[in-house]
């Protein structure tokens, strides 16, 4: 019975959704107070009947009702409790409850925190967000149900939870990365609320942009646990292979990135409002593509949920609905999204609109590099293949121009920059960036064109970065006037120093990394870039829900110890599965990695070695950028500091914060 109510939680969810999308939206087009005092209880109630229902799925796979489809099919009585409760996100239809879940969670926490919003404004946005749930809600109760009963009959145990998915990694990654991926909803419901209402000045961008950040530093989060689980998980020592489904969340993370830039420019400058609106709606579109390229079965990947073409189809044709019904709002309001503020061409209005450019075309490449083997397939020209060579490419062509504006723009003006103002800090940059690049290039013996490029590039942000700082504390040693920088600020200097890092991890564990397969005996040793790896032996162990061979090496460096590491194949009955779990001893410059293999007639086995340079500087660059974000939400600008007064001026005045704590 318990389960039912989960069903029955997520039809009066729908029934909510629909009353929000239409009551509201209403209400502000009629100046009904009536109406739009329903957004908020609505929202609220749209949230507590998803928990409910999410709990109950929950509730299911704690106890093992394997009466129910989906956790017979991805869950099984050995798997550790803290497992099953996040299988339930493991297969597509829970995963897809989970997607309803941040939703309503984003859809409440615009309802909570707009207070300083006039209503008409929160009323459409809440409306907006109603409207794209119905569709998600529809798609769960008729396509995607993981409330189906496998009664009268149903198996006294269930066929268990994919091996790859029970780490570590994937308890916290696709939380994070459906909190990203559904919170561009929100900059989508601001874009699209701001086109309806006709009034399109700056004051939107500044109620949007906290939301935009908040889901942004999300998704990165996401999109580096993702990263790091394949390093620790998948076993081959690499943490990005432009896979489809990596690709379909890098994709609206570059779209996000260059909208947060966008928002800025329109909310201080008032300028470029018609680029902002049409990529708050590409992030948000290309958020919905990634999902529909994960659950529709076009594309194979470890990654992916679903195979199901008519599921596919079915979110294919949400996304023609929201794509499609924004860009007609958008052409039909295009005449008042004209910016009339001037600027020069050397100003920081072009730079930041020239990384616009970039972050765009680097969204095209990989979504051409995504779907044009797909199109080709379809159109029967046969199969091509386009992976990392292609995409390396391209975006070292692209990180040049984008690197050198991201240093230089903060540095510049608005309106209008000398360019000689400028002459003595760019010489004085490109010169310690190519020395730090060559000396760290005869630190790993070995001078690689790449390898200095992408450190020249690297440091050339990190001195910029500090350049800035110090221009806004007056170039003084005085530093007390650190502290009255704001919190926004010190967010773009931490998301440009963490991307400076992500970078310099990217090239260096690049072009510096070495691998070796070799074959072991017991006791024997083999030597990669200095170290001295020992083969112990192996020894066998029992999981909760697998048997293990487990791998022992002694790692030294100049004949002294360094690291004891232990490396796994495990076999898991069930789905008779064999996976290998990595070896590493991590360090902050570099990582050992250890992946053992096959045990060959003799008694040797297969191993596989590395030595990978800073590669947790990929990681560590990735989080410090979206601790960057949320320091700038906490900006006290988005504070809900304003006069009543001002508080309830609809879009005149001053401009009205957008959000509060």
Known sequence: MIVELGHFSLIIALGLSILLAVYPMWGAKVNSETLMATAKPLAFGMFLFTALSY???????????????????NSNSQLPVYYRVTAVWGGHEGSFLLWLLMSSIWTVAVAMFSRAIPKEMVSRVLSILGLISIGFYLYVLIAS???????PFYP??????????QDFGMIIHPPLLYMGYVGFSVAYAFAVAALISGQLDSTWARWSRPWTIAAWSFLTIGIALGSWWAYNELGWGGWWFWDPVENASFMPWLAGTALMHSLAVTEKRKLFKAWTVLLAITAFSLSLLGTFLVRSGVIVSVHSFASDPQRGLFILGLLVLVVGGSLLLFALRAPQLRSAGRYELVSREVMLVGNNILLSAATLVVLLGTLLPLIHKELGLGSISIGQPFFNQMFTYLIVPFVFLMGVGPLSRWKKQEPTALKNQLIAAFSLSILAAVLIGYAFDQLIYLAVLGVTLSVWILIFTVQEVRQRIGYTNNLAKLSELTRSHWGMVLGHVGFALVLMGITLTSNYSVQKDVRMSVNERVELAGYDFEFLGVHEANGPNYSASV????????????????TEKRFYPVQR???????????LTRDL?????????NGDWALRVYVKPFVRWIWAGAFLMAIGGMLSIADKRYRMAKRAKEASQPFGGKQIVGMSH
Do not use: H
């Not at 149900?145 to 009664?151: A, D, K, S, T």
């Not at 022992?552 to 004949?559: A, D, E, I, K, T």
């Not at 599965?577 to 360090?587: H, K, L, Q, S, Y």
């Open 551 to 566: 791998g022992r090496l002694n790692v030294y460096r100049n004949g002294k110890l360094k690291s004891e590491i232990s």
């Open 145 to 151: 149900n993981p409330f189906e009963r496998l009664l």
């Open 156 to 165: 006294v145990d269930g066929r268990d939870l994919n091996p790859l998915l």
């Open 577 to 587: 599965n064999v996976m290998t779990e990595a070896g590493i001893d991590a360090g």
């Open 593 to 601: 990695y250890v992946a053992i293999g096959e045990q060959f007639a």
């Open 55 to 73: 709990a109950i799925l929950t509730y299911a796979f704690v106890v093992n009702d394997f009466s129910l489809t989906y956790v017979a099919s």
